[in-house]
């Protein structure tokens, strides 16, 4: 079986990827301007200021869309179909595509939603799932 | 600038699977057949301007299709803003022409994605692949689920889109896909990418398209036989990618109408006839509401009751477009908006004297907008 293809790891985006390694979501927040983004940049959009600072996320964030692939475009993912691609928007600001752990009934805009850190291929990558009430 | 510059030829190879036609071949073919059109002798053309194929990167690809021309070109090159390419390359055309940088453009673009690849639109979307974040379809998907949910926009609208586009397709023997469809087959349709279907992707085509540009003066002495006067031109552009973009649901089509509209002195409420880029059914949708048609959000009861069909309130896409003429990203719109003018159109809509082209590439990054017009 294919692999499914796993995030190639730079001195830019290292931060990011041993972070959830180490059970955290981090983003990168300008220490100039204050913006905060995903995914890694060299400089802040907003400003330009380089050398911007990692920050650990609180890990809620809520649904701005999602597809649901009926067909796999990769055969990695041919045993998975029907699955779901979400962007979901971190409570702090940055997006994120991800995958959202729940039947894609559930599935709505605005859902409020917490991170899952799990491991695919032995990478941790961050999914999310609907958020406890409270 | 408005009617200063005219579409003085336009040329296209056959569509569909083309095995053994490189992008080149296409290319030279296409514009030969503008030039006949025009009728224009090659050696007046002294400006080429190239769509690069989407499908494989060809380094300094203009100079490979002037060479293949046989010209030496004063100005030209190749572009790259995706399906927008085409207006954008006319609008750098007609903006050379008017400051004494040319006289007479060719403006061409060919692929061959339908028996050469297809990669460059089935390509993982960086690390995000681990996600199986994939395809240009699921960019666009990602687009319309929005607008759906934000605005009750259902699939059976967008399924107006593409039984519109079908039935002008049908009549059209130049097109790939010859097949009328029904909103309950489009219904039935397989589902590809939630919330798309099979018949809300566009066709996936071999095939070539140029055109020819000129002053209105220039076609004048050349006598060239049915000039279409360009009567307005805009762009606009994002460059935040889907999963960043901070509305979803809003696309620089807007700043591209305004722009053109403002050029040609328009408004929605003057066109007769309009060629929108429908890569996908959102596409032509989101344009409308874009382009001042109807407002924000009412796209959907807009194109409901066959209103893009022939004998609708504004007829779409009277070639088939992409979804049913050919997959090629653009060009063949900005053709059927010469022929609608020429009044030469297979659903050629009564005394039109007025279309409006959108030609969009990326996943809605880049907008282009033209105006044509009998003045």
Redesign the interface.
């Known amino acids: 079986m294919t692999a ?5 790891v730079t001195p830019l ?1 290292e931060p990011y990827w041993s972070g959830l390694a180490e059970g955290e979501l981090r983003f990168q927040r300008c220490g100039s301007c204050g913006n905060a ?1 995903l ?1 890694a940049r060299d400089a802040c959009p907003r400003c330009l200021a380089p050398e911007p600072l990692w920050e650990r996320a609180g890990g809620r964030g809520r649904i ?11 055969e990695a ?1 041919a045993d ?1 179909v ?2 779901n ?1 979400a ?1 979901v928007e971190l409570d702090e600001g940055p ?5 959202i752990e729940v039947p ?1 009934s559930v599935l ?2 605005e859902l409020p939603v917490e991170l899952h850190i799990v491991d ?2 032995g ?1 941790a ?1 961050p ?1 999310f799932s609907p958020a406890a009430v409270g | 600038m408005r009617g200063e510059v005219v579409i003085a030829g336009i040329g296209h190879t056959a569509y569909g699977k083309l095995p053994g036609r490189s992008p080149t071949s296409m290319n030279v073919e296409a514009v030969r057949l503008a030039l006949v059109d025009a009728g224009v002798e090659k050696d007046a053309v002294d400006a080429v301007f190239v769509k690069y194929p989407t499908s494989q990167h060809i380094s300094m690809y203009g100079q490979v299709v002037a060479e293949a021309l046989g010209l030496h070109p004063r100005i030209g090159g190749v572009w790259d803003q995706g399906g927008a390419t085409n207006i954008s390359m006319i609008t750098f055309a007609a903006m050379a022409v008017l400051n004494g940088q040319c006289e007479v453009a060719v403006v061409t673009t060919a692929d061959n994605p339908r028996t050469g690849t297809r990669q460059a639109y089935e390509r993982g979307w960086g690390d995000d692949a681990v996600f199986g974040w994939f395809g240009t379809p699921a960019g666009y998907a990602m687009i319309a689920r929005r607008h759906m949910e934000e605005f009750g926009t259902t699939h059976e609208q967008l399924g107006e889109i593409a039984v519109a586009a079908r039935g002008h397709g049908a009549a059209n023997g130049d097109a790939q896909l010859r097949l009328p469809l029904t909103l309950e087959q489009f219904a039935e349709s397989r589902p590809v990418v939630d919330p798309f279907c099979r018949d809300d992707c566009c066709l996936i085509s071999d095939g070539g398209a140029a055109v020819v540009v000129m002053s209105r003066e220039r076609a004048a002495q050349l006598a060239v036989p049915a000039p279409v006067p360009i009567l307005g031109l805009g762009q606009g552009q994002t460059s935040w990618d889907v999963p960043l973009r901070p509305t979803l649901t809003e696309t620089a089509a807007a700043s591209a109408a305004r722009t053109a509209f403002a050029m040609a002195g328009m408004g929605p409420g003057d066109i007769d006839v309009a060629q929108l880029y429908d890569c996908f059914t959102i596409t032509v949708l989101m344009t409308l509401e874009d382009y001042g048609f109807c407002p924000k959000g009412q796209g959907g009861p807009f194109v409901a009751g066959g209103n893009l069909q022939l004998g609708g309130e504004l007829p779409v896409n009277t070639s088939g477009g992409l979804l049913s003429e050919t997959g090629m990203p653009g060009m063949q719109l900005v053709l059927e908006s010469v022929r609608q003018m020429r009044g030469t159109s297979t659903s050629q809509v009564p005394d039109a004297s007025t279309c409006i082209v959108s030609n969009q590439g990326g996943i809605m990054h880049t907008h282009s907008t033209m105006i044509v017009g009998q003045l």
């Open positions: 499914v293809p796993l995030p190639e985006t983004w995914p701005i869309s999602w597809v649901v692939y009926h067909l796999a475009v990769h993912f998975r029907p699955y691609v962007i997006r994120l595509i991800t995958n894609e709505s805009i695919e291929g990478v990558i999914r």
